[in-house]
């Protein structure tokens, strides 16, 4: 009887002490997207030019509105041209006050000059960060005849962190399409 006991007890506890393992939760995967090389192409319109990513789908509904949609990225650039009749002033104030308008929504607004003076191309980029509608906007103008808007929406409600590599990765493709504009010169 008491070699019974013993042998219970003795494997009683050679269960517990082999089991002194810690057990840790697995962390949270990250899931990091990257997306490849911009291979660019380039875009005429009746009033301007310039290059953008081949990984968008060019859909023109005017020749003054157009739109690059990233079906990989559930992303959007809507792009308005406008002529300038001498409204320059309103045409910027529309444009900025369309960027502040996120900014109930958003954490942040970063507003960038772009100036091209050899290319007569003059404008800002607002970076918009946190849950807003849009993530980017742009205006760049010649500042007498030609004005063009441009803004990034994304096809999901805002989650800026799930968003954020898109968005930045989108960003400079905006920033690609101001760099690249050309204006041109005909009349219309």
Same mark, same amino acid.
């Given at each position: 009887?008491?070699?019974?006991?013993?042998?219970?007890?003795?494997?009683?506890?050679?269960?517990?002490?082999a089991? +002194?393992?810690?057990? %840790?939760?697995k962390?949270?995967? $990250? /899931?990091?997207?990257?997306? *490849?090389?911009?291979?660019?192409?380039?875009l005429?319109t009746?009033?301007f030019?310039?290059?953008?990513?081949s990984?968008?789908?060019?859909?023109?509904?005017?020749?003054?509105?157009l739109?690059?949609k990233?079906?990989?990225?559930?992303g959007?650039?809507?792009?308005?041209?406008?002529?300038?009749?001498? +409204?320059?002033e309103? %045409?910027?104030?529309n444009?900025? $006050? /369309?960027?502040?308008?996120? *900014?109930?929504?958003?954490d942040g607004?970063?507003?960038?000059?772009?100036?091209?003076?050899?290319n007569?191309?003059?404008?800002?980029f607002?970076?918009v960060t946190?849950?807003a509608?849009?993530?980017?906007?742009?205006?760049?103008?010649?500042?007498?005849?030609?004005?063009?808007?441009?803004?990034?929406y994304?096809?999901?409600?805002?989650?800026?962190?799930?968003?954020?590599?898109?968005?930045?990765?989108?960003q400079?493709d905006?920033?690609?399409?101001?760099?690249?504009?050309r204006w041109k010169?005909?009349?219309?």
């Amino acid at each position: 009887m008491k070699f019974r006991l013993f042998s219970a007890l003795l494997i009683l506890f050679l269960l517990f002490s082999a089991c +002194n393992e810690e057990v %840790l939760p697995k962390p949270n995967a $990250k /899931l990091r997207l990257q997306y *490849s090389k911009p291979v660019l192409k380039q875009l005429e319109t009746d009033y301007f030019s310039f290059t953008y990513n081949s990984a968008a789908e060019v859909k023109i509904k005017n020749s003054k509105v157009l739109s690059l949609k990233y079906p990989e990225m559930k992303g959007e650039i809507f792009i308005n041209y406008k002529n300038v009749e001498n +409204n320059i002033e309103k %045409l910027i104030a529309n444009a900025q $006050k /369309l960027s502040y308008e996120h *900014s109930a929504k958003a954490d942040g607004i970063v507003e960038q000059p772009f100036v091209n003076q050899e290319n007569n191309v003059y404008g800002r980029f607002f970076e918009v960060t946190g849950n807003a509608a849009s993530q980017a906007q742009f205006y760049v103008t010649d500042s007498t005849k030609h004005f063009l808007t441009g803004s990034l929406y994304f096809l999901i409600k805002p989650n800026y962190d799930s968003i954020y590599p898109a968005a930045a990765y989108l960003q400079n493709d905006i920033r690609g399409i101001m760099e690249t504009l050309r204006w041109k010169s005909q009349e219309r």
